[in-house]
C-alpha cells in the first residue's frame, strides 16, 4: 500500500512540474502585453467585420434565439436534444460551411470574411454554437441530477415502509403470538398498507 502512495505522490509531483513548466512557457510565449495584444486583436476583428450586414445580424439573432429557447426549455429533455443536435451538426461541419461561404461569399456578404482557418466563421458561429452547448450540457446535467434525487427518495421511502411493516411483524410477535401469527400479522399489515396507498 505504501509502494503504490509513494508511486502516486511521484505522480503528482510530476505532474505539477509540468504544469509549472508549461505555464512558464505559455507567459514567456505570450509575452509581458499578452492582454494588450488580445485586446489589439478583437478590436481589430471588431473594426474590420460590417456589423450592418444583414446576414451577420441574422447570425447574431439566431445565437441569441437558440439560447433563449435553451434557457426556457430548460426542464423539457425532449427539446433540449432538439436543440442539441442540430447546434453539434453546425458546429461540426463549421469547416465546410467556411469553404462553402469562401467560395460563394458575393452572394451575400459586401466583403470576404472566410479565410482559410476558419477564424471569422469560429468566432461568429462555432464559439456561440459551443457557449450553447455547454449550457445543454450543464441542463442535462442538472436534470439528471433531479432523477437521481428522486429516485433515491423514492428508494428511501420503500426501505421505510418495508422496515416499519418487518417491526409491526416483530411487535406482534413480541406481543406473545406465535410465529404463524407473525407471520399473520406481516400478511395483515401488509395487505392495509397496500389498502392505504391506494
Known amino acids: 500500500m505504501e509502494q503504490i502512495l509513494k508511486q502516486q505522490e511521484e505522480l503528482l509531483k510530476f505532474g505539477e512540474e509540468l504544469l509549472k513548466e508549461s505555464s512558464k512557457k505559455m507567459r514567456e510565449a505570450a ?3 499578452a492582454w494588450a495584444q488580445a485586446y489589439d486583436v478583437w478590436m481589430g476583428f471588431y473594426k474590420a467585420v460590417d456589423w450592418s450586414e444583414r446576414w451577420i445580424q441574422c447570425l447574431l439573432g439566431f445565437h441569441v434565439l437558440t439560447l433563449m429557447l435553451a434557457l426556457l426549455t430548460r426542464k423539457s429533455e425532449s427539446a433540449q436534444m432538439a436543440i442539441f443536435f442540430p447546434c453539434m451538426c453546425l458546429a461540426f461541419g463549421a469547416q465546410r460551411i467556411n469553404a462553402l461561404a469562401r467560395e460563394n461569399w458575393k452572394a451575400f456578404s459586401t466583403q470576404d470574411y472566410f479565410d482559410d482557418k476558419g477564424f471569422f466563421i469560429s468566432v461568429m458561429m462555432s464559439g456561440p454554437l459551443l457557449c450553447i452547448l455547454i449550457v445543454v ?24 415502509g418495508e422496515r416499519r411493516k418487518q417491526d409491526k411483524a416483530a411487535a406482534a410477535v413480541g406481543s406473545g403470538g406465535s410465529a404463524g401469527e407473525a407471520k399473520g400479522a406481516a400478511t395483515l399489515a401488509t395487505g392495509n398498507d397496500t389498502k392505504k396507498e391506494k
Do not use: H, I
Not at 140 to 158: D, G, H, I, N, P
Open 137 to 160: 450540457l450543464v441542463n442535462f446535467l442538472l436534470l439528471m441530477t433531479s432523477v437521481m434525487v428522486t429516485v433515491k427518495r423514492a428508494e428511501l421511502k420503500q426501505k421505510y
Open 31 to 33: 509575452g509581458p502585453d
